[in-house]
């Protein structure tokens, strides 16, 4: 299955955010075809005089996809993937690999042998496809309850596919991320926006919701085929009695249903916790739908890990992975 996160323009757009490259490896063989993309990221700290480099997927989603196999073959397909990426690793100097496997498409199972595999929490998915009245049946009663109240009471949506001006958008979004005190990693410049329209444009949907004429939450979603995800959103704090945000999510499915979309993935929270207060607010919108979102973790390059690890002083047994990445404040530092 293709997705958006798998496309050469997606992870174009966050080579300046990951501060690096995006590459994709393709691997050919008489039993399948693995198609690998990945952002090639220098590290800033030399051995030797020599520079080395690590992967992360692309903000959101990704990993090593098969094309095709042979049946009953993906297993000696995956071995000789894996052992021909360690070939191209070592070529390359790359040390680890750190990814963000695709929930919906779970190509996380392929994969488990190759790369140290964890689930880490689920995420939510609204399906379109099986139920004639989707919200009736994925919207919780609470949810349908306040969309009710907030129409009956003027709130409007509109909807624009392949938008040309956010600039109304990233107004409310900055806002939102001020008001839940956001990573600045969340906070998109100018630049990216401005790159948004222009490599993904035909793929980008702007849902808004309106009161009295006046923009009062918005939120901008990928569609892909029969894919479609939310992307970025945000609200007006002064307009939460007119539940803005679920609006959204209810102009969204409305929309995804009358033109073909078979699951609208909503993603999952902010931490790994059941109880995340983002995730449960999620769910009101895919009471019936859930994916488990797996990461992978790899050493490339056991030896330079190590030397990396000991020159800046980190436990490799840290939680955070590559662990010579966990003191970014040192990374300026050089052997």
Known sequence: MK?????????????????GVFQVFNFQHKFGAVKHSFIKREIPVQIEGQVYYDLV????????QILHCEEWRTFDLINAFEAAFQQYCTEQRIVSEFIRFHPVLNNAED?????????????????????EQPVEMEFSKSARKNIRQALKAGVEYRVTMNPK?????????????????????????????????????????????????????????????????????????????????????????????EHGIDLIHGGGGRTNSPEDNLYIFKKQFGRQTA??????????????????????????????????????NVLSKSL
């Open 3 to 19: 997705d958006i996160y798998f496309e050469e323009n997606y992870g174009r757009l966050f080579e300046k955010i990951e501060n």
């Open 57 to 64: 997927t692309p903000y959101g989603y990704g990993g090593p």
């Open 111 to 131: 994969f488990h042998t190759c790369y140290d595999v964890t689930q880490l929490r689920c995420t939510v998915g609204t399906n379109l496809k099986d139920y």
């Open 165 to 257: 001006d956010l600039t109304e958008f990233k107004k409310i979004y900055y806002a939102t991320m001020e008001r839940n005190h956001a990573d600045t990693y969340y906070f998109f410049g100018d630049e990216y926006f401005n790159n948004l329209i222009l490599l993904l444009g035909k793929n980008i949907l702007l849902v808004e919701v309106l009161y009295e004429g006046r923009v009062i939450g918005a939120g901008l979603n990928f569609v892909y085929e029969n894919f479609a995800h939310t992307h970025l959103s945000g609200t007006l704090s002064e307009f939460h009695c007119f539940s803005p945000a679920s609006i959204l999510n209810y102009a969204l499915a409305l929309w995804g249903k």
């Open 291 to 328: 994916f488990k979102f797996y990461t992978g973790r790899k050493i490339w390059n056991e030896k330079i890990y190590q030397e990396l690890c000991a020159c800046l002083d980190v436990k490799e047994e840290t939680e955070f992975f590559p662990a010579y990445r966990s003191k970014s």
